[in-house]
């Protein structure tokens, strides 16, 4: 029995998370045994734990990954119509093991917009004018995120944060739909590679972000891509192109204990100051706790 | 209608009782109009209160002022009422604002419009309190109604459709961003600036006059980077406080014993990780404040604490970036930011601000003294507000004095700002212009 405890634990942790009661039309009944089906999950509002295959530059691998993603929102105190919709992810952690191992940890990132029924812009003259402004405003912002081996002084890339304006065209009521872009502010720290003293690289709002998000009713099925493209400047060295952009797709084909297992495939194309442009591809699996 | 009817409508109407019925929504009310007040709390029986209603029908009438529909009065609790047979604008649900001295009601649906002027269907956002009324006996009373625009929140404003606008805003509480141009003013170099940061603050009342406020700025950054600036703060919290009592006071026995109270404005600022640093081609040169506290002591301030002017001096512990020396340092600054209009819209800043710093340890050339003296002053103005985000023009103006950094000869630099801020957050006062 004790070589089993790990995993009952695992389990009851596992069960503790099944996230809410699901309700009308996400519950379906199975036409054989009448049983209770969970239908709809929420891919922003669950621990996501994931393992995959990859292709990139160095060759095959693999990859792990696990993040917590928060999603919610919450209706103005005084006007229930605008909604302040946040989407967190907690501790999103990739580790790449093998020859070329290699770490990922993003602290923190939350995206606040600020949804409004009809978009305006208001001028303050005595009879304050208001105009139709066609998009909903929000920020995104970063903690800490790092890169780099387990190795001590192999720290390849600090972000300390990043901070942007969001203006989001697609103004969905619950956030699934999503085509939002805007400046954005980085610091970031380079460690090594062809410039080879440590720099920090700055991006005084000269970058764009954009994030796009398509997502089913029922959550089985999503796409979304994030991008990042920046003017980065450093003290002493030339400015240069940064960017980044990643992009995937997941369908939940099962659940079990109504837990939804999913098939992803994800890939991303990274460019830092002065580095060669890096890319990766991932296809896996993921399960979802909660959400 | 027939005479006997207007007869027997006139004597069941002075039966009733007047608007007023007590009930109230919301924030505590005013004392109601002096005839409202006078109405007896006796509510009208059923039967009674159907066939006024009935009496009265066809005689309802809602003009319409030359010039479309104007706002209720500022300041004034609004009324609100329920009739269900909607003799008014054809609403059930009804905003009111009443003068009796005219008797005369601004009268506005509860419900918002569409762009044909039609309910929607959907609530009025940003409604504040109201006290209840009755518009059948208003009506018998002979009280006429206008068109109006319903009232709203303190900080708001509606449109003749009802949808409500953020006009007043509070720029202490925002997490901003900023982009302009910012050049050195002696011999014009043009660079750029950029600006991140989170502010807030949050006021505790103990009684009607004693107030405690916080002030903190969260993750600040404004960055030149042609001239490679980078000014930088962690976290900086501060500590205001207005006394019911003064600190001190003083009684002269010269005479009419008399008393004379010393207001001393005390309170605290600290900083935590402030970094001020210059980083050029090959060289990072300039300061990083570990921590830093000071007492404030207030010269002149609002009534909300919003607004001061003050002098603060104290002490820090830093490190030379450059040298990597830590050292100590004694500042003092005067400082102030004042917002001139109860709206938010105007807000004036500045400070000027000198250090001495040394080095804990002594170098072979003994250890080093350096000063530095910096200032600057600017003006902030709301330009207008994207779905109630303001978006301000920042006009700014800094010099600097320092010894401090390798390479730079001791001397005078000045540098002006234009450029523009988006503000997210940033919520309607809590003392605002009414």
Redesign the interface.
Known sequence: MAPLAPLLLALRLVAAFGGPSPTGACLAEDPVTQARIRTCFDPLDRLRLSAGATIQPGGPGFALAAELRLRNDRA?R?????LWLREQTWLSTTWRPGAAQRLELLTWRGR?I?H?E???????TTE?L?LP?P?????E?SGPELRGTFAPGHLERLRV?S???LLDVARNRDGRVRLAFG?M?T?TRLDGGPLGAAA?W?V???GAQLAARFERDDGRAHVELRGELSRQ????LPSAWGGAAQARAEWTPLAVRDLPVSLFGQVQVERDPGRLLTWGSTVGLALGIGG | MQAWAWVLAAGLLTALPAAGEGEVEGAPAEPPPASIQEAPETKPTAPLHQLASLLTRGQWEVERPVGGPRPFPVGKRAQCANDPEAHLLGSSDLRLSCDDATQRCQVASSQQLDANGKPTG?RL??LGGCDSVDVVRLHARGYRFEEGIADA?PG??R?ARG?????EFDMHRR?L???GFAPRLDGFTPD???E?GLRSDWATTHTASEVELFRLRL?E?R?T?LR?R?LGTAMQLEFDRRRSEPVLWITTFVGTPRRFDVGLDLGWWLQLAHADLE??????AGRLLVAGFDPTLDLLRSQDLDSYLRIRSGVGFDVDVGTKRPQGEVHAALEGEWVIDGAG?HRLYGNAIGTLSRDFVATSAGPRTLRRLEGRAGYEL????????PISALFDLGADWREDLPGRTPGWEFTGQAGLR?S?WAPARRTPDR
């Open positions: 103005s005084g006007d229930p119509s605008r606040f600020r409004v009809e978009g305006y812009l208001l001028v303050p304050p208001r402004f998009f909903d405003v929000g920020i912002a944060g901070l942007g304006l400046p502010a610091a920090w700055l005084p709002l000269t400047l450093s003290a002493g | 959907e956002a940003r929140e708001w404003v449109d949808r409500a606008m953020q006009v997490v961003l900023g982009a750029g600036v950029a991140v993750l950054a960055y980077p490679g980078l980083l050029r081609r090959g060289l990072t819209f709301i330009l207008l507000a994207i779905n109630d985000q988006f997210f």
